[in-house]
């Protein structure tokens, strides 16, 4: 390897857009701690107390196999460590719930800081130009004429 390749690396690996990047993986993760934990302690308890009951999706199966002569427990863990066929639907479900709501969120942050970058423009934009500006844009505008 030469030295440039080296430095190009190093200049790569240093830019503020892989930093960022970085940055921004490590707190997508942490934020989808955040959205999990909002689907299993706030709005899944909230959907059981509605629905009036123990509605726990991650336990929701069905059952497509089991080894011959399973007398095991019939939970998803227990058929799973015992080797069944299980069609864990309800898995499914609550990761689907945890995708919408992260999807909702990232929505909602995108169009504020869209929101946020527009007023910013349009303050930027209405601001009138400096009389010094003004005043030279006449003169180069009587100097064309």
Known sequence: ??????????????????VDLAVGVIIGAAFGKIIDSLVKDI?????????????????????????????????????????ATVFAYGNFITILINFILLAFVVF??????????????????AEPDPEDIVLLREIRDSLKK
Do not use: C, H, W
Not at 65 to 75: D, I
Not at 108 to 125: C, G, P, Q
């Open 108 to 125: 909602l942050i995108v169009k504020s800081i869209a929101t946020a970058r527009s007023r910013f423009e349009a303050e930027k934009a």
């Open 43 to 83: 709005i899944m308890p909230l959907v059981n107390f509605i629905l009036g009951g123990d509605v726990d999706f991650s336990n929701k199966f069905i059952v497509l196999s089991q080894p011959e002569g399973y007398a095991g427990a019939q939970t998803l863990t227990a058929l799973r460590d015992a080797g």
């Open 1 to 18: 390897m030469s030295k440039g390749f080296l430095n190009e690396f190093k200049e790569f690996a240093v830019k503020g857009n892989m």
